[in-house]
């Protein structure tokens, strides 16, 4: 599994500030979506999502980044 930020308009994914790339083996796995969140408010990234990419793509799920900020302050942490 792989955690990837991705641009919501253009479907790029991240692979270093600034750098996007068409192809999900080439961006930047963050191994955690909490990791992605706290990249993308640092960075004042607007526009992305995360993209949960598995092997088998009939698994992959995409997550608004709003969505998954609002879960982790509904959700204390442990």
């Known amino acids: 599994m792989r955690i ?3 641009h919501a308009r253009t479907r790029l994914y ?12 080439d961006g930047f796995d963050f191994q955690h979506s909490q990791k992605a969140v706290d990249f993308a ?7 992305v999502q995360i993209a949960v990419r598995f092997i088998d793509s009939q698994f992959d799920e ?3 980044l709003a969505a998954v900020a609002a879960m982790a302050v509904q959700q204390p942490r442990v």
Do not use: E, K, S, Y
């Open 4 to 6: 990837l930020l991705q």
């Open 14 to 25: 991240l692979r270093g500030l600034g750098d996007w790339t068409v192809n999900p083996q």
């Open 41 to 47: 408010h640092q960075h004042a990234l607007t526009g």
């Open 62 to 64: 995409i997550f608004p």
